[in-house]
């Protein structure tokens, strides 16, 4: 199982910030895993592609675009279970959709992703509904709107973000 926490961006380029995932990961497979995780949508717009330097602390590079490269480190190493707390909330829903799209379909890892963003929440197949760390139930996010509590949430939710 693999987790994000070993978000480190380096001041190097991102192609060694995606290969220290995997030292020893070829060039086809470091590529692949940055396609999967979308950093190739990013990394097409600049000179000098995944030569670029990113800086320390990849300061050249927004949020998303960090989280895009860690993403892509951790799917180079061919997890089994692959856990995202909240490691796509500094990209575009339209992005984390198809991040997540990638991972489901053109991987055989299992992914269980920890969000509080319901564009997030919508897209899982199986959502599990904590209440003071305890489970209260799952299902999917239309399922799960026949509980009161938990419509309750998703209708504050709705409420602050428009």
């Not at 380029?13 to 060039?27: Q, R, V």
């Not at 086809?28 to 995944?50: C, D, H, I, T």
């Not at 180079?76 to 997540?100: G, Y």
Request: with cysteine; aromatic share 4%; glycine share 4%.
């Amino acid at each position: 199982m693999i987790t994000l926490e070993n978000k480190t961006i380096f001041n190097d380029t991102i192609y060694n910030n995606i290969k220290y995932g995997d030292l020893e990961a070829s060039k086809e497979k470091v590529v692949e895993a940055a396609n999967l995780a979308g950093v190739s949508e990013f990394v097409n717009n600049l000179p000098n592609k995944m030569d670029t330097i990113v800086g320390e602390s990849g300061v050249k590079l927004s949020g998303g675009q960090r989280q895009r490269i860690a993403i892509a480190r951790a799917l180079l190493r061919k997890p089994s279970v692959l856990v995202l707390d909240d490691a796509t909330s500094a990209v575009d829903p339209k992005v984390e959709a198809k991040i997540l799209q990638n991972i489901k379909t053109e991987t055989s890892c299992s992914l269980l992703v920890v969000a509080h963003r319901l564009a997030t929440i919508r897209l899982a197949e199986r959502v599990i509904f904590l209440d003071d760390g305890k489970v209260v139930d799952s299902g999917s996010h239309e399922e799960l709107l026949q509980i009161e509590d938990y419509a309750n949430l998703v209708s504050a939710y709705e409420e602050v973000t428009l």
